[in-house]
Every structure is written in C-alpha cells, then in structure tokens.
C-alpha cells in the first residue's frame, strides 16, 4: 500500500511504498534527518509530531502521556496507516 509522507519542516513529499522497515528509516534514506539514539522505541530521541494521519508502532515505551496527548510519536518503530505530515 502506497501512502504519501510530507516532511513538514522541510517542504518534502516522497510516496511509502512499504519497502522500509519503519519511517525514521524512510526519512533517512530520502535524506531527512531525524535526531535518534536507540532505534527501537525506548529511548525517545526520535519522537517528531504527528500533524496528521495514523502510524502503527510496535512499541510507544519512549513516550510519556504528555507526549502522546501532544500527538508525537517514535518514528524508529512506526509505519504508515495513511498519508502522513509530520515534523520533520
């Protein structure tokens, strides 16, 4: 399945096409980057906002209630569930 992800920050658009494992992975490979230390959802550095759609994760352990309320997610754990803009 085909979503399109918008990188807010920095004016960018590319279509997922479901070959990367997740979207800090994505965002790396089309030159985004995204701050991250852990790689697998515990430690939060990569936490970014979500501006609008729906990610799947496997794991949300690296964010607090505040950060959930405040629609950031772990984008070394997540995949798309739709068309996404996000903070990056």
């Known amino acids: 399945m085909s979503f399109q992800i ?14 990367f494992e ?5 965002a790396e490979e089309k030159g985004i980057e ?5 790689r697998v959802g515990v430690c939060g ?3 970014i906002r979500l501006f609008s759609g729906e990610v799947s994760m496997s794991t ?5 209630e505040e950060d959930k309320v ?3 997610f ?3 754990v997540a995949i798309p569930l739709s068309n996404l803009v996000i903070d990056a």
């Open 6 to 19: 918008e990188f807010k920050k920095t004016g960018r658009t590319f279509e997922w096409d479901g070959t």
């Open 22 to 26: 997740n979207l800090l992975e994505f």
């Open 34 to 38: 995204i701050e991250n230390v852990c």
């Open 45 to 47: 550095t990569c936490k």
């Open 60 to 64: 949300d352990e690296g964010l607090s």
């Open 70 to 72: 405040n629609s950031l």
């Open 74 to 76: 772990l984008p070394c």
